[in-house]
């Protein structure tokens, strides 16, 4: 304690590491690629076997919401607008990014607050926001959502597609196969909801956490500690301070809680999961696009049969995405991996995104 | 083979390539087109012309650090620049949008007229088209440009253990064009590094045998253009990755934006591939000149079992940097 190390020696320190190889898990997009992009994953083998786990909110937007999102940008004097890495996931056929070269009215905002300005400037038209992401992103959805109705707009609704971190955890771990002794913590949800969401992990399941940031010198740190504590169960430690409190920003949990409430999700490649999505309270039903224009509820608590094939059809292919989205399977694992799947023709979800397990991996792997 | 040309056909990365050599060199084929510099190289009686063209379509037209103008005339002698040649005249060819304002046209203008001075050519033919409103936005440029190469400079064959050197901080007019197009309020000390390469003429001539090739990465950035150079040699490449320079704005701003200042255009700074003996010599000589004062060695090439070009940091993790796939990166130049 006390004392500052350099990455080499906490790398040297894991490589003395005893016992058997110790498994980790991250849940963020950004920890994958941070790990990918400094080759951290190959410099900690084998005493630590890194798994990439469903935190890419992209990766996990079921296909029945990208084809209802483009369905959308075909009716009249409408503008969809939404987050870039979304544009090149594919629906069942198709992604937005092939319906805006069609010269369909698709714009990517940085922030949701400029579909505000955006409404504001078009009154003739009604724009639609994708509101796809985690807890990082729901509070600014519903600071826009309210900013909307204190604003009077009526031009202006968005699609929620958003998904809660706790649920999906609890999905994995509740799967006595798991294997997994550790979780690096998504530093930005966290900074959100606070350390004390992530205490779980540790309390009721006996798996160390540790909430990292994204440097270089964050992540080798957050896997030092953990194998540091590797014989203690349930570890638990809050690297992120100075951005993670243990409450958390109470300001945006106070947003999230008064526009939305959680209902079920459904996530691509897995399934259904109880609780893990977001839904506009009554109060905001206004700007909700998905009642608006009457859009079939896809956080709906049951598969179609379409679904289910679906995923036994993937399975059939062999894309093993449920499992390397579930941390059961790394990318190289999976047969189609860099042959039949690459960026350019992906087939499961984890190619799909930039953030992807399988994209990242196929980017920076060396 | 796509039916329909597509935004990610003009993002200059694998898709650009692939429309160039199926349908413009397909039917284009000669050696000089083939050769694939950025400036076709030929005798011409007893002088050795270089001859290049290049079309601007930037949006913003304005930006932080210059505007289309400047890019139009900075564009296209930096590719006679790095072909060994001494720009000399230009031709230009503007088709503007019916309600374009004067004034900004006057303005542009007058910045081509200022670089035209400083970089010594004069603009000797053109030519003006106005289309009716809404068949283009704003306006489009086209330059090309003649030089003579005195030097005799040519390309050369690249050995393992060439090192690869970059005259300034990367990635820092497609960053600026990016905030401006993705309507992000920050303030911070970045703009486009749009600028004349001719100042580095003198160390082309004074090395021009230990200067294996040259090239100035916009479109695609310095990640594109290495690749280019690996696509002539059997050799991969290494890269320090604490050695390229990047100014923490435009670090900060990838971050934010989710891109790699590798993949992001420069527009005044040049990629050269210099003999590993010579190496030191070059680079002093370049940072003895203003505009080269940031150089630095970046990377060399290297024998590998699988060519690749990778990036090695400090603590020893290494990632590969891939060829450029596609972007949305707004246009750029």
Request: charged fraction near 25%; charge should be negative; aromatic fraction near 8%.
């Amino acid at each position: 304690m006390g004392k500052y190390l350099r990455i080499e020696e906490m790398l040297s320190s894991i490589h003395n590491m005893d016992g058997d190889s110790y498994t980790i898990m991250e849940v963020c997009g950004s920890h994958t690629e941070a790990i990918k992009k400094y080759g951290i994953g190959e410099l900690v083998k084998p005493q630590i076997r890194l798994l990439s786990g469903p935190g890419c909110p992209v990766c996990v937007t079921s296909e029945d919401y990208i084809d209802k999102a483009i369905e959308l940008t075909k009716v009249k004097d409408i503008i969809i607008t939404t987050f870039g890495d979304m544009l090149r996931v594919k629906g069942r056929k198709e992604n937005l990014l092939e319906q805006k070269e069609k010269g369909r009215d698709i714009r990517v905002l940085y922030t949701p607050i400029d579909a505000i300005d955006l409404a504001r400037a078009h009154m003739n038209k009604e724009i639609i926001f994708l509101a796809v992401g985690f807890e990082t992103t729901a509070p600014i959805i519903a600071l826009a959502i309210k900013k909307a109705r204190q604003e009077k707009l009526h031009n202006l609704s968005f699609y929620i597609g958003l998904k809660r971190m706790k649920p999906i955890l609890r999905y994995i771990f509740n799967d006595s196969d798991h294997g997994i002794k550790g979780l690096i913590c998504p530093g930005h949800v966290a900074s959100v909801v606070g350390e004390h969401y992530f205490e779980f992990i540790s309390k009721e399941y006996g798996i160390s956490g540790v909430i990292a940031g994204f440097e270089s010198k964050d992540v080798v740190q957050a896997l030092y500690y953990l194998s540091l504590n590797k014989e203690k169960s349930g570890y638990f430690n809050n690297l992120y301070r100075q951005c993670v409190s243990y409450q958390g920003n109470q300001k945006a949990i106070e947003l999230m809680e008064e526009v939305f409430d959680d209902c079920d999700a459904k996530l691509r490649g897995i399934g259904i999961i109880e609780g893990a999505g977001f839904h506009i309270q009554k109060e905001y039903v206004e700007y909700d696009a998905s009642v608006r224009y009457q859009l079939e509820e896809h956080n709906v608590n049951k598969m179609t049969d379409k679904e289910i094939n679906k995923c036994q059809d993937i399975k059939r292919n062999k894309c093993v995405c449920s499992d390397i989205l579930l941390g059961k399977s790394e990318p190289k694992d999976c047969p189609l991996y860099g042959g039949k799947c690459t960026p350019e023709h992906p087939v499961g979800p984890c190619m799909i995104s930039g953030e992807g397990s399988c994209a990242i991996s196929y980017k920076y792997l060396v | 083979m796509d039916e329909i040309i597509k935004l990610i056909h003009g993002d200059g990365g694998k898709h650009t390539s692939q429309l160039i050599e199926e349908i413009f060199y397909k039917n284009f084929q000669n050696k000089y087109l083939l050769d694939q510099g950025d400036a076709a190289t030929f005798q011409l009686g007893n002088e050795l012309i270089s001859y290049t063209t290049d079309s601007f379509v930037v949006k913003p037209i304005f930006f932080r650090g210059g505007n289309i103008g400047k890019l139009a005339v900075c564009g296209t002698v930096n590719d006679l620049v790095v072909s060994g040649a001494t720009p000399l005249y230009l031709s230009t060819g503007f088709i503007i949008e019916e309600g374009f304002e004067r004034k900004k046209l006057e303005k542009i203008v007058e910045t081509m007229r200022d670089m035209c001075t400083q970089a010594n050519v004069s603009i000797v033919t053109g030519d003006t088209k106005v289309v009716e409103k809404g068949s283009l936005d704003e306006i489009v440029i086209n330059t090309s440009g003649v030089g003579v190469n005195y030097s005799g400079y040519k390309k050369n064959k690249i050995d393992a253990g060439d090192k690869i050197l970059i005259t300034g901080g990367i990635g820092e007019h497609g960053t600026t064009i990016a905030v401006d197009r993705y309507h992000m309020k920050i303030s911070g000390d970045y703009q486009s590094d749009c600028a004349l390469l001719t100042p580095f003429l003198s160390v082309v001539n004074e090395y021009k045998e230990a200067i294996k090739c040259m090239r100035d990465p916009t479109r695609g950035g310095v990640a594109t253009v290495l690749h280019e150079f690996m696509k002539t040699t059997e050799y991969g490449i290494c890269l320090y990755e604490e050695e390229i320079p990047i100014k923490p704005s435009i670090r900060a701003v990838n971050k934010l934006l989710g891109f790699d200042p590798l993949y992001m255009a420069c527009e005044g700074r040049m990629v050269l591939v210099v003999k590993r003996e010579e190496a030191d010599k070059v680079l002093r000589m370049l940072q003895s000149i203003e505009s080269g004062k940031d150089t630095c060695i970046i990377g060399e090439f290297a024998q590998m079992e699988d060519k690749m070009i990778y990036s090695r940091n400090s603590f020893g993790g290494k990632r590969i940097i891939p060829e450029l796939v596609s972007s949305i990166l707004p246009r750029i130049c």
